[in-house]
């Protein structure tokens, strides 16, 4: 008796809940259709603040005294790596990826280095692909310096993790574009601001990957420890640092992959290397010379994460004790030493200073005659889904949301993340829109809220089908795995190259390039949470008779319900943070306001208050698409 | 007559009042006096106010804290193994710890050989841990970074000693154990039981006084268990060490400990040695627990011999009155005399065939058939 009174009490909430939703939705449409066009707030370029902002930039450009040991400091790091790799020459370089590969992983890896450096100056891109790595060097060093001491606090304490956790949150969710123009404003353009902005995005990584190592170290083990009378200094020497070992290689690697992925994108505020190739062809709309580029800096992700991959696997003494080797010391010490005596010859006979000429190699004519094919038998497709997409949606959702008033949206807002999120979440998108509205940029975040809402609705659309397929084809699966892999050490910014390909520079381009970028995480997530339903349950209800339909809509995706929201919160995230990139390739909004804050002095109010807004914006669909988990974070970085 | 065993004679019972007489005077190894651990807000507070007289769930709902241990007091013979048994959450993982002082104690006090252990400093703290005692884990605490020899030294290495000399130290232990050829292995190539023979050597490496053992057997198979058991009691045997034992195995405890102290929410129920617990449970949940164990194991004839009548016959067999009945079986078999049981050469008492069969069928001591 209890049991059905409670069911039908539960069916009754639901009722009520989900009417009042339909009431409150179609009070917005009244609303929208009796008041639109007024209580608005189109964009001006003359905002008092953005002046003020201006104001604030001389001011700080001339009070310089503090800042400027700092930037020339940061400045003398790279180049102190800049000159490492040039003393080198490009032998030496190459030579010393080859012995690394040789020495800790195997002969093929050793292999697989060498031609993919000498792939960097074959493409003719020697020194723009050592400028970059010398950046990535010294942001990844200062990363760990700062990062890995935090990381092993944060893992003994509990009170330093409580402190850290919503701090590194914060950084996880800023997109990159947003903070480029508070650091030039404190440290100028060129290296140093973009070391900066590298460090901070790569060091989440560091410290929450070296917290989790340290944390995971069994207790028990601890414990034997102190039992025998270890000190504090013995327990972190002896016990937690060695255990955590593989932790701290993928803590490693996962900062260089971060730090690589975030250079490039530092090009924006002045920083040389590939970067700055990519940026320059994607303006001219070369796709063949971006992707020259793009495929160097994916040859240097490549190289550098199984590099680093193999380093760390390395450091596990069971790891090394369980592989034999063939040709033991000789290959694993001499042939490397060799490889490096050789590399550090050369010099001798060719000049290192510069790639030889004879060897280079451009996808350019090919890429751009295959681009040239493709749209002109394609195009009219492509096009044609861009139109529809754009009218149907993207047009309508812009005009609804520039056109209401604006007290409509955020009531709107709000209204929606209490019914997702609870009322705290409310409360933060409520107080996220106002400063939106102070920023005076409400017009150009409605518009970029507008592509990250449709990018962000396709992303979750072909993710789910993905990751519904991926979780019920273990084959399927197996396929998917490597372009998923590939995917995830891919910095972001070559996804602008396919996009750019397919619908020239426009709005939906930016988008396009969202979804590529913000779909792996998403089918991972998606599959994770169908493939962790506990089989004794679809074991259960296959025995009652559930039809393969039925198992999926009425057992596996309501119980990864949680995997679900996570992906939907992940996705918006990453959408975010692409979608204001894409002002490279024709999304105008809030990313083209940061981007012209670089180039135009008068302008740089309206980036530093563009950058503001963007993160605001990244906080209110956070908070929306946040659900009830607490634990999120911590597992996507399990699942990323 | 009907089969009825005489209530335990005085020497035997009651039991914990016994124990703590042979014990006390300050020559026992270890000395529990008063432990209370209690888990949340004030721990400090509630010890010595009417909160402590409240039960657990009690005191939950009025404080938030939860006792762990309740002023529990038990002494240690040198040389001896104790054990306490008691079902999970009886607190008995964490008594242990507080012996060590891996987790602080709210009151009461520890004597290793009359030093008191609450009170000694950090730094005095990890010297008798590096030299004094040292402890077994239920789940093993080994390094997986390290070879099974380095593990096994790991003890002499954090007190600070040469390589060479540890290392020679550990393939002793090695060997000692049984693990002769497996130096150079890492722990997860191993089995269960041998992971935990390189914990035995890890503990037995610093030659500790003390050896703690926490449930070090509950993750091996019945057969690796019974093995491991076997193994410390040959240990015990060989290097003679006192051993405090936890377990929620009655069976082991039975069969490893001189004297066994059952626990239950927190508190000792009573202290005895196994034929003790058996043969004169002190409550119903004690004799809940017992009451499977197979008699003829566990119990001497003293415990189920009867009064001598006039016109016995005295020409059967005779045993002392310390012999575990089962021992008797076979000759009781073989005659239709009583068995005179004897104490000193001096006559006590007598066992019929229908006690022994009493007692191998499982009745009760002190029960009427």
Same mark, same amino acid.
Request: include cysteine; charge should be neutral.
């Given at each position: 008796?209890?049991?059905?009174?409670?069911?039908?009490?539960?069916?009754?909430?639901?009722?009520?809940?989900?009417?009042?939703?339909?009431?409150?939705?179609?009070?917005?449409?009244?609303?929208?259709?009796?008041?639109?066009?007024?209580?608005?707030?189109?964009?001006?370029?003359?905002?008092?603040?953005?002046?003020?902002?201006?104001?604030?930039?001389?001011?700080?450009?001339?009070?310089?005294?503090?800042?400027?040991?700092?930037?020339?400091?940061?400045?003398?790091?790279?180049?102190?790596?800049?000159?490492? &790799?040039?003393?080198?020459?490009?032998?030496?370089?190459?030579?010393?990826?080859?012995?690394?590969?040789?020495?800790?992983?195997?002969?093929?890896?050793?292999?697989?280095?060498?031609?993919?450096?000498?792939?960097?100056?074959?493409? =003719?891109?020697?020194?723009?692909?050592?400028?970059?790595?010398?950046?990535?060097?010294?942001?990844?060093?200062?990363?760990?310096?700062?990062?890995?001491?935090?990381?092993?606090?944060?893992?003994?304490?509990?009170?330093?993790?409580?402190?850290? +956790?919503?701090?590194?949150?914060?950084?996880?969710?800023?997109?990159?574009?947003?903070?480029?123009?508070?650091?030039?404003?404190?440290?100028?353009?060129?290296?140093?601001?973009?070391?900066?902005?590298?460090?901070?995005?790569?060091?989440?990584?560091?410290?929450?990957?070296?917290?989790?190592?340290?944390?995971?170290? +069994?207790?028990?083990?601890?414990?034997?420890?102190?039992?025998?009378?270890?000190?504090?200094?013995?327990?972190?020497?002896?016990?937690?640092?060695?255990?955590?070992?593989?932790?701290?290689?993928?803590?490693?690697?996962?900062?260089?992959?971060?730090?690589?992925?975030?250079?490039?994108?530092?090009?924006?505020?002045?920083?040389?290397?590939?970067?700055?190739?990519?940026?320059?062809?994607?303006?001219?709309?070369?796709?063949?010379?971006?992707?020259?580029?793009?495929?160097?800096?994916?040859?240097?992700?490549?190289?550098?994460?199984?590099?680093?991959?193999?380093?760390?696997?390395?450091?596990?003494?069971?790891?090394?004790?369980?592989?034999?080797?063939? =040709?033991?010391?000789?290959?694993?010490?001499?042939?490397?030493?060799?490889?490096?005596?050789?590399?550090?010859?050369?010099?001798?006979?060719?000049?290192?200073?510069?790639?030889?000429?004879?060897?280079?190699?451009?996808?350019?004519?090919?890429?751009?005659?295959?681009?040239?094919?493709?749209?002109?038998?394609?195009?009219?497709?492509?096009?044609?889904?861009?139109?529809?997409?754009?009218?149907?949606?993207?047009?309508?959702?812009?005009?609804?949301?520039?056109?209401?008033?604006?007290?409509?949206?955020?009531?709107?807002?709000?209204?929606?993340?209490?019914?997702?999120?609870?009322?705290?979440?409310?409360?933060?998108?409520?107080?996220?829109?106002?400063?939106?509205?102070?920023?005076?940029?409400?017009?150009? +975040?409605?518009?970029?809220?507008?592509?990250?809402?449709?990018?962000?609705?396709?992303?979750?659309?072909?993710?789910?089908?993905?990751?519904?397929?991926?979780?019920?084809?273990?084959?399927?699966?197996?396929?998917?795995?490597?372009?998923?892999?590939?995917?995830?050490?891919?910095?972001?910014?070559?996804?602008?190259?396919?996009?750019?390909?397919?619908?020239?520079?426009?709005?939906?381009?930016?988008?396009?390039?969202?979804?590529?970028?913000?779909?792996?995480?998403?089918?991972?997530?998606?599959?994770? @949470?169908?493939?962790?339903?506990?089989?004794?349950?679809?074991?259960?209800?296959?025995?009652?008779?559930?039809?393969?339909?039925?198992?999926?809509?009425?057992?596996?995706?309501?119980?990864?319900?949680?995997?679900?929201?996570?992906?939907?919160?992940?996705?918006?995230?990453?959408?975010?943070?692409?979608?204001?990139?894409?002002?490279?390739?024709?999304?105008?909004?809030?990313?083209?306001?940061?981007?012209?804050?670089?180039?135009?002095?008068?302008?740089?109010?309206?980036?530093?208050?563009?950058?503001?807004?963007?993160?605001?914006?990244?906080?209110?669909?956070?908070?929306?698409?946040?659900?009830?988990?607490?634990?999120?974070?911590?597992?996507?970085?399990?699942?990323? | 007559?009907?089969?009825?065993?005489?209530?335990?004679?005085?020497?035997?019972?009651?039991?914990?009042?016994?124990?703590?007489?042979?014990?006390?005077?300050?020559?026992?190894?270890?000395?529990?006096?008063?432990?209370?651990?209690?888990?949340?807000?004030?721990?400090?507070?509630?010890?010595?106010?009417?909160?402590?007289?409240?039960?657990?769930?009690?005191?939950?709902?009025?404080?938030?804290?939860?006792?762990?241990?309740?002023?529990?007091?038990?002494?240690?013979?040198?040389?001896?193994?104790?054990?306490?048994?008691?079902?999970?959450?009886?607190?008995?993982?964490?008594?242990?710890?507080?012996?060590?002082?891996?987790?602080?104690?709210?009151?009461?006090?520890?004597?290793?050989? @009359?030093?008191?252990?609450?009170?000694?400093?950090?730094?005095?703290?990890?010297?008798?841990?590096?030299?004094?005692?040292?402890?077994?884990?239920?789940?093993?605490?080994? &390094?997986?970074?390290?070879?099974?020899?380095?593990?096994?030294?790991?003890?002499?290495?954090?007190?600070?000693?040469?390589?060479?000399?540890?290392?020679?130290?550990?393939?002793?232990?090695?060997?000692?154990?049984?693990?002769?050829?497996?130096?150079?292995?890492?722990?997860?190539?191993?089995?269960?039981?041998?992971?935990?023979?390189?914990?035995?050597?890890?503990?037995?490496?610093?030659?500790?006084?003390?050896?703690?053992?926490?449930?070090?057997?509950?993750?091996?198979?019945?057969?690796?268990?019974?093995?491991?058991?076997?193994?410390?009691?040959?240990?015990?045997?060989?290097?003679?060490?006192?051993?405090?034992?936890?377990?929620?195995?009655?069976?082991?405890?039975?069969?490893?400990?001189?004297?066994?102290?059952?626990?239950?929410?927190?508190?000792?129920?009573?202290? @005895?040695?196994?034929?003790?617990?058996?043969?004169?449970?002190?409550?119903?949940?004690?004799?809940?627990?017992?009451?499977?164990?197979?008699? +003829?194991?566990?119990?001497?004839?003293?415990?189920?011999?009867?009064?001598?009548?006039?016109?016995?016959?005295?020409?059967?067999?005779?045993?002392?009155?310390?012999?575990?009945?089962?021992?008797?079986?076979?000759?009781?078999?073989?005659?239709?005399?009583?068995?005179?049981?004897?104490?000193?050469?001096?006559?006590?008492?007598?066992?019929?065939?229908?006690?022994?069969?009493?007692?191998?069928?499982?009745?009760?001591?002190?029960?009427?058939?």
């Amino acid at each position: 008796m209890t049991a059905i009174g409670a069911t039908a009490g539960a069916t009754g909430i639901r009722v009520t809940r989900r009417t009042l939703a339909g009431v409150l939705a179609l009070a917005a449409v009244v609303i929208f259709a009796l008041l639109h066009g007024q209580w608005t707030l189109p964009h001006n370029d003359d905002y008092d603040l953005f002046r003020t902002l201006n104001g604030v930039r001389d001011w700080v450009d001339q009070n310089r005294t503090l800042l400027e040991p700092i930037r020339l400091a940061i400045a003398g790091l790279v180049s102190l790596f800049d000159d490492i &790799l040039a003393s080198l020459g490009w032998p030496g370089v190459i030579a010393a990826a080859a012995a690394t590969g040789v020495a800790f992983g195997s002969v093929r890896l050793g292999l697989l280095a060498g031609f993919g450096f000498g792939s960097l100056g074959a493409l =003719g891109l020697w020194d723009p692909s050592m400028a970059t790595l010398a950046m990535v060097l010294a942001a990844v060093l200062l990363a760990l310096l700062i990062g890995i001491p935090l990381g092993v606090l944060a893992g003994r304490s509990a009170r330093v993790q409580a402190v850290l +956790s919503p701090v590194l949150d914060f950084m996880q969710i800023m997109p990159a574009m947003a903070y480029l123009t508070p650091i030039t404003l404190l440290f100028l353009i060129g290296v140093a601001p973009a070391s900066v902005a590298t460090l901070i995005f790569a060091i989440p990584a560091a410290i929450r990957i070296t917290a989790l190592g340290i944390r995971e170290v +069994s207790t028990t083990t601890v414990e034997a420890a102190r039992s025998l009378g270890a000190t504090d200094n013995q327990v972190l020497r002896k016990v937690l640092l060695p255990l955590s070992r593989r932790a701290l290689g993928l803590a490693v690697n996962q900062t260089i992959m971060l730090a690589l992925s975030m250079v490039v994108i530092t090009s924006l505020i002045g920083a040389p290397g590939l970067g700055r190739n990519l940026q320059r062809e994607l303006s001219k709309v070369n796709v063949g010379g971006a992707f020259d580029a793009g495929i160097a800096i994916v040859i240097l992700a490549i190289m550098l994460d199984r590099l680093t991959a193999a380093v760390a696997e390395w450091l596990d003494p069971r790891e090394r004790a369980a592989r034999t080797r063939p =040709g033991g010391r000789l290959v694993t010490v001499a042939l490397p030493v060799a490889i490096i005596v050789v590399g550090l010859a050369a010099p001798a006979l060719v000049d290192a200073t510069k790639f030889p000429d004879t060897l280079l190699f451009s996808f350019r004519d090919p890429v751009n005659a295959a681009v040239g094919w493709f749209t002109g038998t394609f195009q009219p497709a492509t096009l044609a889904f861009k139109d529809a997409a754009t009218i149907i949606v993207l047009n309508p959702l812009e005009t609804v949301l520039v056109q209401a008033p604006v007290w409509l949206v955020g009531a709107a807002l709000m209204t929606v993340a209490w019914f997702t999120s609870g009322r705290r979440a409310a409360v933060v998108v409520g107080a996220c829109a106002a400063l939106i509205v102070g920023l005076g940029l409400w017009e150009h +975040s409605m518009q970029t809220m507008a592509n990250v809402v449709l990018g962000t609705l396709l992303t979750l659309a072909i993710g789910l089908v993905i990751g519904i397929l991926s979780a019920r084809n273990d084959r399927f699966r197996a396929f998917l795995r490597p372009f998923l892999d590939m995917a995830q050490t891919l910095p972001a910014f070559v996804y602008l190259i396919p996009a750019l390909a397919l619908f020239n520079p426009t709005r939906f381009t930016a988008i396009v390039a969202a979804v590529i970028y913000a779909l792996p995480p998403v089918i991972r997530l998606v599959d994770v @949470g169908i493939r962790s339903v506990p089989p004794a349950v679809v074991e259960a209800s296959t025995a009652s008779g559930a039809t393969e339909a039925q198992l999926l809509w009425k057992v596996q995706l309501p119980m990864s319900r949680q995997a679900l929201l996570l992906a939907a919160n992940q996705g918006i995230v990453m959408v975010l943070s692409m979608v204001v990139i894409g002002a490279l390739v024709g999304a105008g909004a809030l990313g083209y306001d940061v981007i012209t804050g670089f180039a135009q002095g008068k302008d740089f109010g309206k980036g530093l208050a563009a950058g503001l807004a963007i993160v605001l914006l990244g906080i209110l669909l956070d908070r929306i698409t946040q659900g009830a988990g607490g634990t999120r974070r911590e597992g996507a970085a399990n699942a990323g | 007559m009907t089969a009825q065993f005489p209530a335990p004679a005085p020497d035997l019972a009651p039991a914990a009042q016994t124990h703590a007489a042979a014990v006390g005077g300050g020559k026992s190894a270890i000395s529990v006096k008063g432990l209370w651990k209690i888990f949340g807000p004030g721990e400090k507070k509630i010890i010595g106010t009417p909160l402590a007289e409240l039960s657990r769930d009690e005191l939950r709902v009025a404080t938030g804290s939860n006792v762990a241990v309740r002023d529990v007091s038990f002494d240690v013979n040198p040389g001896e193994v104790f054990v306490v048994m008691g079902l999970s959450g009886s607190g008995k993982s964490t008594l242990i710890r507080c012996l060590t002082r891996l987790i602080e104690p709210t009151a009461g006090e520890v004597l290793l050989d @009359g030093e008191d252990i609450g009170k000694a400093s950090m730094a005095r703290l990890r010297d008798l841990r590096r030299h004094r005692f040292s402890m077994v884990f239920q789940h093993f605490g080994l &390094l997986p970074h390290r070879r099974v020899i380095d593990n096994v030294a790991f003890g002499l290495e954090i007190r600070g000693e040469a390589k060479k000399g540890r290392r020679d130290r550990a393939a002793e232990l090695l060997s000692l154990v049984g693990l002769d050829g497996q130096a150079d292995r890492y722990p997860d190539q191993l089995s269960g039981g041998m992971q935990q023979r390189v914990g035995l050597a890890r503990a037995l490496a610093v030659d500790p006084a003390v050896m703690f053992f926490d449930e070090p057997f509950s993750a091996l198979d019945p057969l690796i268990r019974r093995d491991m058991q076997n193994e410390v009691i040959r240990l015990h045997n060989e290097v003679g060490k006192t051993m405090i034992f936890i377990t929620h195995d009655l069976a082991e405890a039975l069969k490893l400990g001189d004297h066994v102290a059952i626990m239950r929410n927190g508190a000792i129920v009573q202290i @005895g040695r196994p034929e003790e617990i058996v043969g004169a449970p002190a409550d119903d949940y004690v004799a809940d627990f017992v009451q499977d164990v197979p008699k +003829s194991y566990v119990l001497t004839l003293g415990w189920i011999m009867r009064e001598v009548r006039p016109g016995d016959p005295l020409d059967g067999p005779e045993f002392p009155r310390s012999t575990i009945i089962r021992t008797a079986v076979h000759v009781a078999a073989e005659t239709d005399r009583p068995i005179k049981v004897v104490d000193g050469g001096k006559l006590v008492g007598m066992v019929d065939r229908v006690q022994i069969l009493a007692a191998i069928a499982g009745f009760e001591p002190g029960s009427a058939a």
